[in-house]
């Protein structure tokens, strides 16, 4: 993502003044049973300046609009994790503040050596991969998934999280306009604006017509 060293070191100083609650306020009810974080008060000017920082700067990222295609975000939640704290497996709720959460993101304030455990374990068909990101970086996961954060041993895990509602529902049908947008900024790359760009991009922007809720 594109959030530089010196507003990093921003969003860390409001959360050490910023005031916490528990993070079941925002979970369902069956995710409150497996829940154990907490989550900054909402309404806290300081801690409300950052949202707006985060959600600007994942808006202005090309690659978050490429995967995402996102239509609207949901409000960005600031969460902390002490030792012992953990979030168990769980599904994301799929209607969140009116809208439709096709894909959740995780995005990292502290570098990963600075606390142990508290790995973001999302399942797939292929098995469980483990996910601890470096500052700053964004990952972005379909909210279809079950996932879970497993317990922090030591240190602290300070993450911002939110819900994408896409202009693509469909995952697959995402992967394809990904794939073929990225292949034809790759071949303008590479031999400009030819009639083999100008196909693929017709192909692009008329499957997105296709698809895209407006
Ligand atoms: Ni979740």
């Not at 969003?11 to 005031?19: E, S, V, Y």
């Not at 209607?95 to 606390?115: K, N, Q, V």
């Not at 922090?152 to 794939?179: K, T």
Request: proline share 5%.
């Amino acid at each position: 993502m594109s959030l530089d060293a010196s507003e990093l070191e921003k969003l860390r100083a409001a959360f050490d003044a910023a005031t916490f609650v528990d993070g079941r306020e925002t979970a369902g009810w069956a995710a409150r049973t497996v829940k154990q974080n907490q989550q900054a008060r909402a309404g806290d000017p300081a801690m409300d300046a950052m949202r707006t920082l985060v959600a600007e700067r994942l808006q202005a990222n090309p690659l978050f609009q490429m995967a995402a295609r996102p239509k609207a975000l949901t409000p960005i939640l600031l969460a902390h994790y002490e030792p012992g704290m953990t979030y168990g497996t769980h599904v994301d709720d799929a209607l969140m503040h009116g809208l439709r959460t096709d894909l959740s993101w995780t995005l990292w304030l502290d570098e990963p050596e600075s606390y142990d455990g508290g790995e973001l374990v999302i399942e797939s068909p292929s098995g469980e991969a483990p996910i601890k990101g470096p500052a700053g970086a964004v990952h972005l996961y379909p909210s279809t998934t079950l996932h879970r954060v497993d317990p922090v041993r030591s240190g602290i895990r300070r993450v911002a999280v939110g819900w994408v509602q896409s202009r693509v529902r469909e995952g697959e049908r995402r992967e394809i306009l990904f794939d073929l947008d990225s292949a034809r900024r790759a071949l303008f790359e590479q031999s400009g604006k030819t009639g083999a760009f100008d196909l693929l991009s017709k192909s692009f922007a008329n499957l997105l017509r296709m698809w895209a809720d407006a």
